[in-house]
């Protein structure tokens, strides 16, 4: 167990609606990031956050947001959905500073249809 | 443009064997390396890292190379064990600054009983 929690496991919805996934981080990281893998593609940077301020932005579509709150969970607020949006959504965590791992979440599997 | 590749989708080692990953990259700032383990339907487990300062770094069973020279880093497992079999991520981070950390497609490792 990572300590990284995500909800929903699974999430299925129409094109054109807004969904929104969240994660908590381990206990006493302070950075949280967003990947998006595609069908067995390699893991797609999307956005950072540490400390409740964007750090790091990927190829993060337009149609996709995200924040952090003060509690330091993370919310992934993806609108307009196609069904090129389905994928595996993984939140991870670190502590954010110098060279720390990543830790991942299992994951949200989103399909759009 | 990828810039942490591994060109090898698949490998399949006999059990008690050594199995050599290979990750190669084009971003000269990298300086911080990392692989994950990553089975189906769990997110990615942090395995072991090296700094750039280090050329090896050894965990158990699992040692990881770095040429810097050669942009290229490699993870050996000896000995291979049936439990081994999944999904190898390598990803790199240029650290202090940035904190992004790029991810390659993945090998998929088979370590035959």
């Known amino acids: 167990d990572s300590g990284v929690t995500q909800t929903p496991k699974h999430l299925i919805t129409a094109t054109g609606q807004r969904v929104t996934l969240r994660c908590s981080p381990r206990?006493?990281?302070?950075?949280v990031y967003w990947y998006q893998q595609s069908l067995d593609q390699g893991l797609q940077f999307l956005i950072q956050y540490y400390n409740g301020e964007e750090r790091a932005k990927g190829n993060i579509l337009e149609r996709f947001s995200a924040q952090q709150f003060p509690d330091l969970h993370s919310e992934l607020n993806l609108s307009s959905l196609e069904l090129g949006d389905s994928a595996l959504y993984f939140c991870a965590s670190s502590w954010g500073q110098g060279e720390s791992p990543l830790h991942f979440g299992n994951g949200t599997r989103l399909t759009v249809t | 443009d990828q810039q942490v590749k591994q060109n090898s989708p698949s490998l399949s080692v006999q059990e008690g064997r050594i199995s050599i990953l290979n990750c190669d990259y084009t971003n000269s700032m990298f300086d911080y390396f990392l692989w994950y383990k990553k089975y189906p339907a769990e997110g990615p487990t942090f395995l072991i890292s090296?700094?750039?300062?280090?050329d090896k770094n050894e965990d158990g069973r699992f040692t990881v190379f770095l040429n810097k020279s050669a942009k290229h880093l490699s993870l050996h497992i000896v000995p291979s064990q049936p439990g081994d079999s999944a999904v190898y991520f390598c990803a790199a981070s240029e650290g202090s600054g940035t904190y992004k950390y790029i991810f390659g497609t993945g090998t998929r490792l088979k370590v035959l009983a």
């Open positions: 206990s006493g990281d302070l950075s």
């Open positions: 090296i700094s750039s300062i280090k």
